[in-house]
Every structure is written in C-alpha cells, then in structure tokens.
C-alpha cells in the first residue's frame, strides 16, 4: 500500500506561531507564461515560464485567546507582510504574505468561522529535513 500524507498534518504557521483551529489549506503556486512562438516554429507554439508567484488560501474556526489569529487580526489592519510557514511531512514551504481576503463568519447555530487569503510577497522557499 502506498505511503499516503493526511491533510491533517498540513499546519500553517504565522510569525511562529501555529494557526489553530485551521480546517484547510490551499497553497498555488504559478507562474505566468511568455509566448516566445515564431515563424520558424510551424504550426506549434513555444513558451517560457516568467515570474512566478504564490497564494494561501485557508479556513478555520475560530479559538479564542489563539496568537496567530491575532496576528492575522494585526497584519490585517496594519496591512504588514507576515511570515507564513506550511509544514507537509519532512517539507517546509517559507516566505512572507500579505492578507488580501480575510471574512469572518458567524452562522446561526454554529461556530465562528473565518477565511483567509494570503498573497505571497517575494520568494516562496522550501527547507527539507532529514530528521524522522
């Protein structure tokens, strides 16, 4: 059977500080796409990739008293770049993000509840460990 990775231990970490009560996470990456096609090309096109960037877009409940909300709250509001880390297995992706989308939502009958969305800022690198 293959060795299959749970969403579940995907984490998002703000400043230092883990994200509680998150439910999901979306992290794209793309870059955009340069048409180098010419008349020597034929009838095919031919392209390059250019500068590339990258997004979070996550879910949660919200936990009173909980610092990386605060600090969503904070950089929010003072439209400050935070240090984002998103830890899948042995995979660390790094970089800085500004919130570009932040609701919250209170339904009738259920939990408090907010999106996020987070722009990156610059490079987005990757650390890998070598400890188990």
């Known amino acids: 059977m293959a060795d299959v990775q749970k969403g579940i231990d995907v984490m998002i970490r703000l400043n230092n500080q883990t994200l509680g009560g998150q439910l999901n996470a979306?992290?794209?990456?793309?870059?955009?796409?340069?048409?180098?096609?010419?008349?020597?090309?034929?009838?095919?096109?031919?392209?390059?990739?250019?500068?590339?960037?990258?997004?979070?877009?996550c879910n949660g409940m919200y936990v009173k008293n909980d610092t990386a909300f605060?600090?969503?709250?904070?950089?929010?509001?003072?439209?400050?770049?935070?240090?984002?880390?998103?830890?899948l297995d042995k995979v660390r992706y790094l970089g800085k993000a500004l919130i570009t989308d932040f609701p919250l939502n209170a339904v009738y009958n259920n939990s408090y509840k907010y999106?996020?969305?987070?722009l990156g800022d610059g490079e987005l690198t990757t650390d890998v460990s070598t400890n188990d």
Do not use: G, H, Y
Not at 70 to 87: H, R, T, Y
Not at 115 to 118: A, D, K, S, T
């Open 26 to 57: 979306t992290l794209s990456r793309s870059a955009k796409v340069i048409d180098i096609t010419n008349k020597i090309d034929d009838e095919w096109s031919k392209n390059l990739t250019s500068i590339k960037s990258w997004r979070i877009d």
């Open 70 to 87: 605060s600090v969503l709250q904070d950089a929010f509001l003072s439209n400050l770049p935070i240090d984002v880390e998103v830890k």
């Open 115 to 118: 999106n996020v969305r987070l």
